[in-house]
T-cell receptor
Framework: QKEVEQNSGPLSVPEGAIASLNCTYS??????FFWYRQYSGKSPELIMF????GDKEDGRFTAQLNKASQYVSLLIRDSQPSDSATYLC???????????FGAGTRLFVKA | NAGVTQTPKFQVLKTGQSMTLQCAQD?????MYWYRQDPGMGLRLIYY???????DKGEVPNGYNVSRLNKREFSLRLESAAPSQTSVYFC???????????FGPGTRLLVL
């Protein structure tokens, strides 16, 4: 079992729709959770981080964390073609020393 | 404030050649990392340095060595390059090992 799992996609949504990206993790003691966006040929950049159970909103982005289910998600409201990218889920484990990245979900937003 | 810089941007090596990838950060971060990214594999950690003076193996350390030269610089060395090391290499840094990582622009390495 991979430590951080994501659906590789591609996930295709129409412009203006809500895109829902999901991630599960295996280390129950994980403390920090991150979503990075990576455009083709570029380096990953942080979108959001979340440490506590529940929702965290930042503009069009909402991160949701459920530690009991070992599940973290990213919702993108009013999706734009410029949101088309690969989204990487990253989890910092209970040891606190290493962050494990998922393989990423490719998102396409159709104009 | 340049963030994380990497050199070179692109390199072609022949099997058996050696090279060093350089990384520097100007954010006064304690932790630094080297990743490789292959199609469909996501980011895989090669080595990391939680703080100046320490280095530890990640998921795929074989064939690589690292040096944390000082707080700013963290280099990755390939002693004898192999075609399996063809990849995109990213350096990253973070204030602590549990916090947000900031990535350099990457080095594209082709080993023939």
């Amino acid at each position: 079992q991979k430590e951080v799992e994501q659906n590789s996609g591609p996930l295709s949504v129409p412009e203006g729709a809500i895109a829902s990206l999901n991630c599960t993790y295996s280390d129950r003691g994980s403390q920090s959770f991150f979503w990075y966006r990576q455009y083709s040929g570029k380096s990953p950049e942080l979108i959001m981080f979340i440490y506590s159970n529940g929702d965290k909103e930042d503009g069009r982005f909402t991160a949701q964390l459920n530690k009991a289910s070992q599940y973290v998600s990213l919702l993108i409201r009013d999706s734009q073609p410029s949101d088309s990218a690969t989204y990487l889920c990253a989890v910092n484990g209970s040891g606190g020393f290493k962050t494990i990245f998922g393989a990423g979900t490719r998102l396409f937003v159709k104009a | 404030n340049a963030g994380v810089t990497q050199t070179p941007k692109f390199q072609v090596l022949k099997t058996g050649q050696s090279m060093t990838l350089q990384c520097a950060q100007d954010m006064n971060h304690n932790s630094m990392y080297w990743y490789r990214q292959d199609p469909g594999m996501g980011l895989r950690l090669i080595y990391y340095s939680a703080s100046e003076g320490t280095t530890d193996k990640g998921e795929v350390p074989n064939g690589y060595n690292v040096s944390r030269l000082n707080k700013r610089e963290f280099s990755l060395r390939l002693e004898s390059a192999a075609p399996s090391q063809t990849s995109v290499y990213f350096c990253a840094s973070s204030r602590t090992s549990a916090e947000t990582q900031y990535f350099g622009p990457g080095t594209r390495l082709l080993v023939l």
